[in-house]
């Protein structure tokens, strides 16, 4: 009986041990170039505005650099395993991960909370405008309704808007929440698509560290793991090894 009862003992500490050492390891990539990156570029050129192609300012439209970079993303992802792949719910999000997707027959979700936002700015954040706004429901185009599905919270059908950078913030903030909810006590590694900004803010967020700066570059990805103490490292920036701002 004394023998039953240190073993199950002992079992019941390595369930606890095991979930203390549980942690997710999150890769983000960001979106490949679309024709709003590169708005600024041709302004700086001086070419006329009659003379810019179809996709400068289009952030539905991939810049020939863009399609270059899409095409890469596949190679990019494939050495990696995922538990769960979770889209922001723009049209350049979607695109860029899509060929990755139809190589592997994997499918992802589409997550409001992965939405460009604006630039956080730890020195001027407003204090007024609300978290985040819902607006319209989610639709996924039926053509790629076989890769790409809502979540069935509430919260998951709808998009949300997050124009100021206290909204960035939160929206950060719900992504781990999501995230942990859905994993609980297991290890997990994620693989979340979406914007530069929004990137940013997620690392200062998992950093605990509001000035952190950084330059996220596009169809390029980033990746930190959490410790055990709850706070995450970045290891991985711009797909290159990360070195710690001094």
Not at 75 to 96: C, E, G, M, N, Q
Not at 136 to 162: H, M, W, Y
Request: charged share 15%.
């Amino acid at each position: 009986m004394r023998k039953l009862c240190w073993l199950s003992g002992l079992l019941m500490w390595l369930g606890v041990a095991g979930a203390a050492q549980a942690a997710l390891t999150i890769y983000y990539l960001r979106h490949g170039e679309a024709g709003h990156n590169v708005v600024k570029q041709f302004v700086q050129s001086g070419t006329p505005t009659n003379q810019w192609p179809a996709y400068v300012g289009n952030p539905n439209m991939f810049t020939p650099t863009g399609e270059s970079q899409v095409r890469g993303v596949a190679a990019k992802l494939l050495p990696y395993k995922f538990d769960l792949i979770a889209v922001s719910p723009l049209w350049r999000t979607r695109h860029t991960i899509l060929p990755y997707l139809n190589e592997t027959r994997r499918t992802a979700e589409i997550w409001p909370e992965l939405t460009e936002t604006a630039h956080f700015d730890p020195v001027r954040i407003p204090d007024t405008a609300p978290l985040v706004t819902r607006a319209r429901p989610l639709n996924v185009p039926v053509e790629e309704q076989s890769v790409f599905k809502l979540r069935t919270d509430p919260a998951g059908c709808c998009t949300l808007s997050a124009t100021t950078g206290v909204a960035a913030v939160g929206l950060a903030a719900e992504t781990l929440r999501l995230l942990r909810a859905r994993f609980g006590t297991h290890d997990a590694t994620v693989l979340l698509v979406g914007h530069g900004t929004a990137g940013e803010t997620l690392i200062r967020y998992l950093l605990r560290n509001p000035n952190w700066t950084g330059g996220a570059q596009n169809a390029t990805i980033w990746m930190a793991q959490e410790k055990s103490d709850g706070t995450f490292e970045l290891t991985m920036f711009n797909s290159a090894p990360y070195l710690p701002q001094r």
